[in-house]
């Protein structure tokens, strides 16, 4: 990833954690086959779930591949208490904000989680 896309990122990433602290909503994508996931770039054989703080971020990625899935919301209560700890727990990682052209940060579900905290 360059330097600049990294910086992209990160802000991408802190303003998810905005964002979705204030507003206590988190939405993914969602199909009939189930919620948003992709190959990491990170880390070998790892799924990346993806989420975003805002339904137009997320709308913007179904697309194409994603036409037919559908942006559905997830308190940030559920997301924190049940969403994370099952990601960490299936060896996911979390994809927050990711741009349509499906590039961004993966974040280790549970240091997500900890920034979070710190929020709210």
């Known amino acids: 990833m360059?330097?600049?896309?990294?910086?992209?990122s990160?802000?991408?990433?802190?303003?998810?954690?905005e964002r979705v602290s204030k507003s206590q909503e988190v939405w993914g994508l969602k199909s009939d086959?189930?919620?948003?996931?992709?190959?990491?770039?990170?880390?070998e054989d790892t799924?990346?779930?993806?989420?975003w703080s805002d339904k137009a971020y997320?709308?913007?990625c179904a697309a194409e591949e994603w036409a037919h899935y559908i942006p559905t919301i997830i308190?940030?209560?559920n997301f924190m208490q049940l969403w994370l700890p099952g990601l960490e727990e299936?060896?996911?990682?979390?994809?927050?904000n990711?741009?349509?052209?499906?590039?961004?940060?993966?974040?280790e579900p549970l240091e997500l989680l900890s920034n979070l905290q710190e929020k709210n």
């Not at 360059?2 to 992209?8: A, K, P, R, V």
């Not at 799924?47 to 989420?51: K, N, P, R």
């Not at 990711?98 to 974040?107: C, P, R, S």
């Open 2 to 8: 360059s330097m600049n896309l990294e910086i992209d």
């Open 10 to 17: 990160q802000r991408r990433y802190e303003k998810f954690v």
């Open 33 to 43: 086959e189930g919620w948003a996931i992709v190959e990491s770039n990170a880390y």
């Open 47 to 51: 799924g990346v779930m993806l989420f």
């Open 58 to 60: 997320a709308k913007q």
């Open 75 to 77: 308190t940030l209560e």
């Open 90 to 96: 299936d060896e996911l990682v979390a994809g927050v």
């Open 98 to 107: 990711w741009n349509k052209d499906l590039v961004g940060l993966e974040a």
